[in-house]
């Protein structure tokens, strides 16, 4: 079956810092979407990219899907984006296939 | 904006009981998904539900486990005799017509068995 992977693993910043985190994903893709888990265990949609860039305030995220890879950027980190960021694909199903996440620690 | 609610937000139940965990999907959403997080690991497929049938199951997904769509707005999942490892966060699902367009999830279930 197709492998997402997530690097890096675990990621902790000061406030005001940005930061890049990688989905890579092992074959082409219907649909790729961006979330973020709250520490209250919450999924929230960031974003929903199967190709191009998307930017939504201090986020923004672009899919390559030729190259087989997504990134989201975060600029300005602030304590509230803690958490951990999950991309997930939809490969030829209706199911999500989830990453094994990036824990993002923002420290004041 | 429109979201998917799921109730209770935590269960917690004795092991070899019934639990019965609630959903409402987005109301013009038709294809809905239940999954479940482990506490610590990334988040797994467990079943799909399309035109009041299971459209694609995962191993997860044996017969202790069942899903219905009762009425026009709720969604049901149903885990007959639970099991210790079943303690996770569930979460529900849904998306709109092709199924394969964004799915929005709701807040989940923290299901603890004792």
């Known amino acids: 079956g197709i492998q997402v992977e997530q690097s890096p693993p675990d990621l902790i910043l000061q406030e005001g810092a940005n930061s890049t985190l990688r989905c890579n994903f092992s074959?082409?893709?219907?649909?790729l979407q961006w979330f973020h888990q709250n520490p209250w265990g919450q999924l929230i949609n960031l974003f929903y990219?199967?190709?191009g860039t998307k930017q939504n305030g201090r986020l923004s995220a672009t899919t390559v899907a030729t190259e087989r890879y997504s990134l989201l950027y975060i600029s300005s980190s602030q304590t509230t984006d803690s958490g951990v960021y999950f991309c997930?694909?939809?490969?030829?199903?209706?199911?999500?296939?989830f990453g094994t996440g990036t824990r993002l620690q923002v420290f004041p | 904006e429109p979201e998917v609610t799921q109730t209770p937000s935590h269960q917690v139940t004795q092991m070899g009981q019934e639990v019965i965990l609630r959903c409402v999907p987005i109301?013009?959403?038709?294809?809905f998904y239940w999954y479940r997080q482990i506490l610590g690991q990334k988040v797994e497929f467990l079943v799909s539900?399309?035109?009041?049938?299971?459209?694609?199951k995962s191993e997860i997904f044996d017969d202790q486990f069942s899903v219905e769509r009762p009425d026009g707005s709720n969604f049901t999942l149903k885990i007959r005799s639970t099991k210790l490892e079943d303690s996770a966060m569930y979460f529900c699902?849904?998306?709109?017509?092709?199924?394969?367009?964004?799915?929005?999830f709701g807040q989940g279930t923290r299901l603890t068995v004792v």
């Open positions: 109301s013009n959403h038709l294809y």
């Open positions: 074959d082409s893709v219907n649909n």
């Open positions: 990219i199967p190709s």
């Open positions: 539900f399309y035109n009041n049938e299971i459209s694609e």
């Open positions: 699902a849904s998306s709109d017509l092709t199924g394969q367009t964004e799915a929005f």
């Open positions: 997930a694909l939809n490969y030829n199903t209706d199911k999500l296939i």
